[in-house]
């Protein structure tokens, strides 16, 4: 992968050396937009029994995911795609849907400069140096030799429906992988994401597709989102934005967040918000 071929910049471990800014100039360092501010983290995990959940997209000027026949690779950026990364090592997981899982097998791991996967006090993760790798699948599908689920001693966890067929849930288990089986045709939010804070998950970096995007915002599971967002437009409406069909007629009832300036990200833009609650 281009982002993999070439690593320029320095180790970008704090906000000093970050080629991602707040701003242009100013004496003093602004806070590192990447990082999981600690008070809005700790009112979700006081409030809640489920993890704090960020939503990532890498989108065009007008929303656009992917184009029309699902190429995604690259929108942003070579200094988009670090802060990707260094979203993840944030995180103590990165989860995917099949549809994102099958369109581009991604590893889902942290590459950094200088090999650092460890985030912010390692972001919860215990003795793994790279975040947990989660992929949201009812029927169990997705082939253990699957990128995302190589063995490097991360947790590898599938979410799966009760109905998926033994088998298949055997070889992955029989790989390591752990998989979660949730009551009816495809696991909800509400019951999966319980299950994996009570498996220590207290941070989970979702990065698509639009359905599950979609799926977290319409069960008021997800806390913030950081889109990445190129000078680029690639209209129509066959090509998928970020979040699919949410099922809202009236702007009153679309949910709305609290933004953030947006911060530059090389040629790119970082769009920070969180969701509004009550
Ligand atoms: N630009 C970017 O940053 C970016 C990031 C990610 C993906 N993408 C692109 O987005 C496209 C894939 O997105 P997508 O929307 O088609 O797929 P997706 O959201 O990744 O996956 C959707 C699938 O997840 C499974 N799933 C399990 N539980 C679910 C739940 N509760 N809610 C929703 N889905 C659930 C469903 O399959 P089952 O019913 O079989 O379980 C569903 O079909 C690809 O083209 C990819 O390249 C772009």
């Known amino acids: 992968m281009a982002a993999e071929?070439?690593?320029?910049?320095?180790?970008?471990?704090?906000?000093?050396?970050?080629?991602?800014?707040?701003?242009?100039?100013?004496?003093?360092p602004a806070p590192d937009p990447l990082r999981l501010e600690p008070a809005r983290l700790a009112e979700v995990l006081a409030n809640t029994n489920r993890p704090w959940v960020s939503l990532k997209a890498a989108v065009s000027l007008d929303g656009k995911l992917a184009t029309a026949r699902g190429e995604?690779?690259?929108?942003?950026?070579?200094?988009?795609?670090?802060?990707?990364?260094?979203?993840?090592?944030?995180?103590?997981?990165?989860?995917?849907?099949?549809?994102?899982?099958?369109?581009?097998?991604?590893?889902?791991?942290?590459r950094l400069?200088?090999?650092?996967?460890?985030?912010?006090?390692?972001?919860?993760?215990?003795?793994?140096?790279?975040?947990?790798?989660?992929?949201?699948?009812?029927?169990?599908?997705?082939?253990?030799?699957?990128?995302?689920?190589?063995?490097?001693?991360?947790?590898?966890?599938?979410?799966?429906?009760?109905?998926?067929?033994?088998?298949?849930?055997?070889?992955?288990?029989?790989?390591?992988?752990?998989?979660?089986?949730?009551?009816?045709?495809?696991?909800?939010?509400?019951?999966?994401l319980p299950l994996l804070r009570a498996r220590g998950i207290e941070t989970i970096l979702v990065e698509g597709g639009a359905q599950v995007h979609a799926a977290l915002i319409a069960r008021a599971a997800a806390d913030a989102v950081f889109l990445f967002l190129a000078g680029l437009v690639i209209g129509g409406s066959d090509a998928p934005g970020w979040c699919a069909t949410l099922g809202i007629d009236r702007l009153a009832d679309a949910p709305r967040l609290e933004l953030a300036p947006p911060v530059a990200c090389g040629p790119d833009l970082l769009l920070r918000g969180w969701f509004r609650r009550g």
């Open 72 to 110: 995604s690779q690259w929108i942003t950026g070579e200094v988009a795609r670090e802060a990707g990364h260094r979203l993840r090592a944030a995180h103590a997981a990165v989860l995917v849907g099949r549809g994102t899982r099958e369109a581009d097998d991604p590893r889902l791991t942290v």
């Open 5 to 28: 071929r070439k690593r320029g910049g320095s180790r970008a471990g704090t906000v000093r050396t970050s080629p991602v800014r707040a701003g242009a100039g100013g004496s003093s």
């Open 113 to 192: 400069p200088g090999g650092d996967a460890s985030g912010e006090g390692g972001a919860g993760r215990g003795a793994s140096a790279q975040p947990a790798r989660i992929v949201l699948d009812s029927g169990a599908v997705t082939p253990p030799e699957a990128r995302c689920f190589a063995a490097d001693g991360a947790r590898r966890i599938l979410i799966a429906a009760d109905g998926a067929e033994r088998g298949r849930v055997g070889r992955l288990r029989e790989r390591g992988i752990e998989v979660i089986a949730c009551r009816g045709p495809r696991p909800d939010p509400a019951e999966f």
